[in-house]
C-alpha cells in the first residue's frame, strides 16, 4: 500500500496546486513577520477551491484567517459573485490579511472580519444559508464551529476541518490536541446530518457535507 509522502505531496503540488506569486508573496511575508507556520499547505489550498467550485459556493464562512493564504485558496473557487467571510481575532493579522487579498485580486469579495469567532458568527447568521465553511482555529473550539456550521449550511453545502490528523498524533498521542482532534473526529463521524470523510493530504482535512434527509 502507498503511503501519503512529501514526494507525493510535492507531485500534486506541482501538477495541481503550483502557487503563482500573491500566494508566494503571502507566504514570505507571514514569515517575515513573524507570524506562525500553521497555514495550510498548497494541495490542501487546492482542495479547498476545488470542494467551493464543486458545490457551487457563493457564500463562505472561513473561521481562522491568519495572513490570509487559505482564504486566497477559497475566494478563487467561489463563484465569481461570492462572498468570503474570514474570521480572525488578531487584528495584526486581520490587516496583514486584508493586504494580502487585496493583491491578489480575486473576483469573489472576501471581507476579513476582526473578532472574536463566537461573536461573529452569531452576528454572520442572519447572513445564513451559506454553501461552504472552513475551520483552521483553536481546536478546543471545533465543535462549536462545526455546529454551528452545520446549523447555517444549506442542503448540499460543505463544511471542512483543518488538522485531522493532530500533526500525526490523532491515532496514539496522548496530549490535550490530539484527544479534542480525536473527540472531534469522532463527533463528525457519527453526524447523521452529513455525509463525512477524512481528505488524508497534509495534516488531513475532515470534510462533511450536509445531506437532506439528516440520514448519511
Known sequence: MVTYSDTLS???????A???????????????????????KPEEGRF?????????ARRAV?????????????????????????VERNPDYARLARE????????ARVDVVEGDARHVLRELA???????????????????????AVDHLRVGGVVAAHNAFAHGRVVAGDDETARLVREFNAHVAADRRVLSTVFPAGDGMVVAVKVADGQA
Open 10 to 16: 510535492r507531485y500534486v503540488t506541482e501538477l495541481f
Open 18 to 40: 503550483e502557487e503563482d506569486e500573491a500566494l508566494r508573496r503571502v507566504r514570505r511575508r507571514m514569515a517575515e513577520h513573524g507570524l506562525p507556520t500553521i497555514h495550510i
Open 48 to 56: 479547498l477551491q476545488v470542494l467551493a467550485r464543486a458545490c457551487g
Open 62 to 86: 472561513e473561521v481562522g484567517t491568519l495572513g490570509g493564504y487559505s482564504a486566497i485558496w477559497i475566494a478563487r473557487g467561489l463563484l465569481p459573485d461570492g462572498v468570503l467571510y474570514t
Open 100 to 107: 494580502h487579498v487585496a493583491a491578489a485580486k480575486v473576483p
Open 126 to 148: 442572519g447572513q445564513a444559508p451559506f454553501d461552504f465553511v472552513f475551520i483552521d482555529a483553536e481546536k478546543g473550539d471545533y465543535r462549536f464551529y462545526y455546529e454551528w
